[in-house]
C-alpha cells in the first residue's frame, strides 16, 4: 500500500551516508526525461552521478544507475538484504517504495557517486526521496491533475505538495509552461521559506545547438529544465558543452514515444509506438504527436490499452481516440512488489472506448493475453500504425515480453 510520510524511511537510512550533491525532480510529467537529460550530461561531464527514477520497468533494479549504466544486479541486491536487514531488525515496518528509495541509496553511498539526480516518487512533499540531506537544486516539471486521492483535487493543492520538495537557499528550476496558477503556488512557497525560483528558458545560447524541430515540444520543454537545473548544479570553471551536446542527442527514454519492433511475437515488420501516457496531460501530447506524425487524412490507428484502476479514463481516451480507431484492450501484470496497483478492467476501458464513438465491432477484449492483443491489432491494423498506450505498467510488460521472446530465440539458435 501506499503510506506517504517521512517516518519510517527516515529511520531506514539512518547509517546510509549521503555526502553526495543531490538534484531533485518532482511533477507530473516529464519527471523521468529530465532526470534522463541531466544524467547524461552530468555524466558526459566527468561527474560520477547516480540516477534513481520510478516504477522500474522490467526489473526492480533497473529505475537506479550508476554513470548512465544499469546498476548490476549483485550490487543491487547486495544493498536491498542490508536495508531489509535493517527494518526488520528495527521493526520500522517501511513501505515497498522506501525500501526501495533507501537500497538506492544505499548502492549512491557504495559506488561512492559524487551526485545524484533523483525523481519524486509520489507527489514531493512528503515522498520518501525528500529524505535527501545535500540538495543543490530542485526542479519541478509540468504539473497536471493525477493521484488526485493523494495529492489534492486541485492544480493548486497538487502544486503544493511539489512544491514541498524545495529547500531554503536551494534554487528551484520550474518549467515555464506551467499555467499561473502552478507559478503562483511554488514563488509563494520559495518566498514563504527563503529561496528562489528560475523559470526554465528555451532562449539558453546552449539549446542554439540544437534544432527545435528534433524534439517534440513538451521533450523541448523538458530539455530546457534539465540544462537549467544542469547550469546551476554544475560548478566546475571548465565548460563541457562540447561533451554534452552528443551525450543529449543519444538519450533514449524507455515508454515515452518509443519506436519498437515487434515482429518476435507478431510478425509484424513495421514498427509500433510504445507510450507510457495515463493522465490527460500526458495523454494529449501523445495524441498530438499520432495526429500529427503517424495518422495520414482521417486514417485509422489501432491501439492497444491498458489502464490502473481510478484513473480519469474519459479524459485520457477523448484526447487519443477518433472515430474509426480500433482498440484492442488488456489488463497489466501484477506489479512485483507493488500489489496496491490495480489494473482497470478490459470492458471498462472497452466502454469508455464505446462511449468515445468508437463502434463496438472495431473493440477487442483480451483479457490478460498481452500476445493475444498484439497480434489482434497486427492482424486489424493490415500495416497501418499501431500505439501502445494507456500504463507505464503495461511498457513494462510489453518490454519484458520482448525481452523474454529474444532470450527464447537466442536459446533455440545457440
Not at 517501511?94 to 559506488?111: R, S, Y
Not at 514498427?271 to 487524412?297: I, T
Not at 485520457?316 to 474509426?324: A, D, E, F
Not at 470492458?347 to 490478460?368: E, F, N, P, V, Y
Amino acid at each position: 500500500m501506499i503510506e506517504l510520510g517521512l517516518g519510517r524511511i527516515s529511520r531506514l537510512l539512518k547509517y546510509t551516508p549521503q555526502s553526495w550533491k543531490a538534484i531533485h525532480v518532482a511533477g507530473t510529467n516529464g519527471k523521468g526525461t529530465i532526470c534522463a537529460y541531466l544524467s547524461a550530461m552530468l555524466c558526459a561531464s566527468g561527474v560520477r552521478v547516480g540516477r534513481f527514477t520510478s516504477p522500474h520497468l522490467i526489473d526492480r533494479w533497473d529505475g537506479i544507475t550508476i554513470n548512465d549504466q544499469t546498476v548490476q544486479e549483485s550490487v543491487f541486491k547486495r544493498a536491498e538484504n542490508l536495508v531489509m536487514e535493517r527494518n526488520q531488525k528495527d521493526g520500522i515496518g517501511a513501505t515497498e517504495f522506501e525500501l526501495l528509495t533507501a537500497t538506492a541509496f544505499e548502492v549512491f553511498a557504495q559506488e561512492k557517486i559524487e551526485m545524484g539526480v533523483i525523481e519524486v516518487g509520489l507527489g514531493g512533499r512528503l515522498d520518501s526521496t525528500n529524505t535527501m540531506k545535500n540538495k543543490v537544486v530542485t526542479v519541478i516539471s509540468k504539473i497536471g491533475l493525477d493521484h488526485q486521492s493523494f495529492l489534492g483535487n486541485t492544480i493548486e493543492e497538487i502544486a503544493c505538495e511539489k512544491a514541498g520538495i524545495m529547500r531554503p537557499g536551494v534554487p528551484c528550476v520550474l518549467d515555464e509552461s506551467n499555467p499561473p496558477a502552478v507559478r503562483k503556488v511554488v514563488e509563494d512557497y520559495a518566498k514563504k521559506i527563503g529561496t528562489d525560483v528560475v523559470l526554465s528558458s528555451t532562449e539558453s545560447s546552449f539549446l542554439d545547438e540544437f534544432s527545435e524541430e528534433d524534439f517534440e515540444p513538451h521533450q523541448w520543454q523538458n530539455l530546457a529544465c534539465a540544462y537549467t537545473a544542469f547550469h546551476l548544479a554544475y560548478t566546475k570553471p571548465e565548460s563541457p558543452l562540447h561533451r554534452i551536446l552528443p551525450a543529449i542527442q543519444n538519450v533514449r527514454w524507455p515508454g515515452r514515444l518509443q519506436t519498437l519492433d515487434i515482429r518476435s511475437v507478431t510478425g509484424r515488420r513495421e514498427v509500433v509506438l510504445l507510450d507510457g501516457a495515463h493522465n490527460v496531460q500526458s495523454a494529449e501530447v501523445l495524441g498530438s504527436y499520432v495526429d500529427s506524425k503517424m495518422r495520414k487524412g482521417s486514417g485509422k490507428v489501432t491501439w492497444v490499452l491498458a489502464a490502473s484502476k481510478g484513473k480519469e479514463l474519459e479524459g485520457i481516451l477523448k484526447t487519443l481516440l477518433h472515430s474509426g480507431d480500433c482498440v484492442a484492450a488488456v489488463k497489466f501484470f501484477p506489479v512485483d512488489r507493488m500489489p496496491w496497483v490495480e489494473a482497470m478492467t478490459p470492458q471498462d476501458i472497452l466502454d469508455a472506448a464505446s462511449a468515445c464513438g468508437i463502434d463496438r465491432k472495431q473493440l477487442h477484449d483480451a483479457g490478460d493475453d498481452l500476445s493475444g492483443a498484439l497480434r489482434w491489432a497486427v492482424t486489424v491494423a493490415a500495416g497501418g500504425p499501431i500505439v501502445i498506450a494507456g500504463s507505464l505498467y503495461l511498457v513494462s510488460d510489453v518490454l519484458r515480453l520482448l525481452r523474454d521472446a529474444e532470450h527464447l530465440k537466442n536459446q533455440l539458435l545457440g
